[in-house]
């Protein structure tokens, strides 16, 4: 089975062809750049940048995968999108492109759920999708714009057990690295900082919110705002007045202890009140070292994460998702763009 599949949900432009499991391409352009100076996704500059560069994109994941232009009809058994959720300008620009395609190839149009792509990437290795997921498993998505977890009984069949109440973990990061006058996007920034860090370091509250299985992450934010202010005064945003070096880099270890001892309880109490000894993470921040070590230190589960390449955003997972719905042959063919997708499973 051969798919190709398209992803912009946010600031990735990403196209990918799968074949039999193997990824023939993954062709990635990342915005980055464009959105540096706003320290953050400008949702209008990220929609035109997926409308400029998915030809660019597209034609470069064709040549790699060895498929010829004109596409002729049947080259590929389907053609995948994310359909949600992400910003509706951007996911318009990947559902356009996949209509065509698959208009073009006279293969089926198959809408998948971005974050369920993140929680499939954990099966890539050295590009082919040969570590299955073993089902029961407790899923922790950790990304710019979502924290969820998951109790994931197989393929499709997922229940949301909880979500951030406020901002996303992703977010969080890189709402903390703009207070710090770190660039954008600020995770991996974060992550640098705090392994430079020395001596003793500022405490910050971990947002555990006993008796609900949802997150909140705003106040670990503020946290750090009101030592900035408490440090600096408390017009330290607007005046640019930055710590010195080894303070900041105090601060973000503090800030990622916080939150990834935040993530690894409220995940793996989940999973044990479930009886579940499987868990598997995916998404931006599951690149996270420090999350990374922590999961792998938890004694009575078995954790899996993607290979880095494949925890931002990508088209691969995306087709893999598709993948697997048509190898169960149980999808409906969601085709509507849903910028606020809240349904994981096959029925979303
Ligand atoms: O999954 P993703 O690529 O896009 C969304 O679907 O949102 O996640 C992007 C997020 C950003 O917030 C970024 O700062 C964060 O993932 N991120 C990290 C790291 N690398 C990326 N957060 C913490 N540590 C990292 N190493
Ligand atoms: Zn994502």
């Given at each position: 089975m051969r798919v190709l599949a398209?992803?912009?949900?946010?600031?990735?432009?990403?196209?990918?062809?799968?074949?039999?499991?193997?990824?023939?391409?993954?062709?990635?352009?990342t915005q980055i750049e464009l959105h540096r100076k706003y320290s953050g996704v400008v949702p209008e500059l990220a929609s035109r940048a997926h409308l400029e560069k998915?030809?660019?994109?597209?034609?470069?994941?064709?040549?790699?995968?060895?498929?010829?232009?004109?596409?002729?009809?049947?080259?590929?058994?389907?053609?995948?999108?994310?359909?949600?959720?992400?910003?509706?300008?951007?996911?318009?620009?990947?559902?356009?492109?996949?209509?065509?395609a698959a208009e073009l190839i006279g293969a089926p149009l198959v809408g998948v759920n971005h974050l369920e792509g993140h929680l499939l990437a954990c099966e890539f290795e050295k590009g082919r999708a040969s570590r299955p997921l073993e089902f029961p498993l407790l899923a922790l998505i950790v990304s710019g714009g979502h924290t969820?977890?998951?109790?994931?009984?197989?393929?499709?069949?997922?229940k949301v057990l909880g979500r951030t109440r406020d901002d996303a973990a992703g977010e969080a990061f890189d709402k903390v690295a703009k207070l710090l006058g770190l660039p954008y996007p600020g995770g991996p920034e974060v992550e640098r900082e705090a392994a430079k860090a020395k001596g003793p370091c500022p405490e910050f509250p971990r947002p555990?919110?006993?008796?609900?299985?949802?997150?909140?992450?705003?106040?670990?934010?503020?946290?750090?705002?009101?030592?900035?202010?408490?440090?600096?005064?408390?017009?330290?945003?607007?005046?640019?007045?930055?710590?010195?070096?080894?303070?900041?880099a105090r601060v973000c270890r503090s800030f990622q202890d916080a939150a990834v001892e935040t993530l690894v309880k409220k995940t793996s109490d989940a999973a044990r009140s479930l009886g579940l000894t499987r868990i598997a993470v995916g998404g931006g921040v599951s690149a996270n070292g420090a999350l990374r070590e922590a999961f792998g230190k938890l004694e009575g589960f078995e954790v899996r994460f993607s290979e880095r390449a494949y925890c931002s955003d990508n088209a691969a997972m995306v087709a893999l998702c598709a993948m697997r719905r048509l190898e169960a042959g149980k999808y409906r063919n969601s085709v509507n763009v849903a910028p606020e997708l809240d349904e994981p499973g096959w029925r979303g």
């Open positions: 398209f992803e912009t949900t946010c600031d990735e432009t990403s196209a990918s062809v799968l074949e039999g499991g193997s990824l023939r391409s993954n062709a990635v352009y998915m030809p660019y994109v597209l034609g470069s994941a064709l040549k790699q995968a060895g498929l010829k232009v004109p596409l002729k009809k049947g080259c590929v058994d389907a053609v995948a999108f994310s359909r949600g959720p992400g910003l509706p300008g951007a996911l318009m620009v990947g559902r356009v492109a996949a209509g065509a969820e977890i998951w109790h994931a009984k197989g393929y499709g069949d997922y555990l919110l006993p008796g609900t299985r949802d997150f909140s992450f705003s106040g670990l934010k503020t946290a750090v705002s009101y030592y900035l202010a408490g440090r600096l005064g408390t017009d330290f945003y607007k005046r640019k007045l930055r710590l010195p070096p080894a303070d900041r």
